[in-house]
């Protein structure tokens, strides 16, 4: 039972450092998506007074993707029974342009104030409609929540290092007299901490496992998939096969770090 508890002492931090980095990572495909939405899906529009070449419109900021001249026919055409011929040429007249620019990728708050202001500066444009008021909170709520969870992974991180060699000491003050005993012996260092070294890859592939179950259930998760879906994101997409390779990376390369560290620390006080 203690040798478990010792165990789980290990796994559960590796575990909980590994749950953080796969969610951050989550959460940021997540948002990018979200942009590729709203770059697909956002559009300005401009109203002028006359026509402006859409390459002029272009120049105003690297963000404007394409301009494009909305046909002001179909509106005409569906009022033309309404109204007799010399009122609807009358209202062609004196009827402004309109304009649809999309974006190469849907910018903050602070540059779509920016390029406002500087399609407002050219010549001709009476009206800038840029719709942040229902795209901008739900894309600020998100790049809020990476944030936090940016600053909960850290904090993740360095507590779970922290247990992981508090851990890693008690083990080597268990097995302290058979490491003074094989010092005695002439063994490297690396030889008498080489129980460290096997409960540290051990435990990390535990660790290891235990996501990758997590990862597995959720992603067939009928309440994860549809709450996915409403958002028009698919799950296959959230976790990609790169993952599992990385997270192998960080819980090896955590607990051997620790490992080495406990050890150096040892080699010194001996």
């Avoid at 840029?130 to 993740?156: D, G, Q, R």
């Avoid at 008498?192 to 997590?214: C, E, H, Q, T, Y």
């Avoid at 709450?227 to 994101?233: A, H, K, Q, R």
């Amino acid at each position: 039972m203690k040798s478990i508890k010792n165990h789980l002492a290990l796994i559960l931090p590796l575990f909980a450092i590994l749950f953080a980095v796969e969610y951050l990572q989550i959460l940021d495909r997540v948002v990018k998506m979200y942009e590729e939405r709203l770059k697909a899906e956002y559009t300005i529009i401009v109203v002028t007074e006359k026509s402006v070449k859409p390459e002029a419109v272009q120049q105003v900021s690297p963000l404007i993707d394409k301009v494009e001249l909305v046909d002001a026919n179909q509106v005409l055409m569906r009022i033309r029974q309404q109204i007799g011929q010399e009122s609807l040429a009358k209202l062609q007249s004196v009827m402004p342009l309109f304009y649809t620019i999309t974006l190469h990728r849907y910018p903050d708050q602070k540059s779509l104030e920016s390029l406002r202001k500087s399609l407002m500066a050219l010549q001709g444009v009476k009206r800038v409609q840029m719709f942040e008021k229902v795209h901008h909170p739900l894309y600020s709520m998100l790049m809020f929540l990476k944030a936090n969870v940016t600053i909960f992974a850290l904090f993740f991180g360095i507590v779970g290092f922290l247990l992981i060699i508090k851990q890693m000491y008690v083990w080597q003050l268990e097995h302290q007299e058979r490491m003074q005993i094989m010092a005695l012996f002439g063994a490297p260092v690396w030889l008498r901490s080489g129980v460290l070294f096997r409960f540290a890859i051990v435990d990390a592939l535990i660790a290891l496992a235990m996501m990758a179950g997590l990862i597995f259930y959720l992603q067939r998760d009928h309440r994860v998939v549809a709450f996915l879906s409403d958002m028009n994101i698919d799950v296959a997409q959230l976790v990609i096969p790169k993952d599992f390779a990385q997270l192998a990376g960080v819980a090896l390369g955590t607990a051997l770090l620790c490992a080495f560290w406990v050890v150096a620390r040892f080699k010194e006080e001996s």
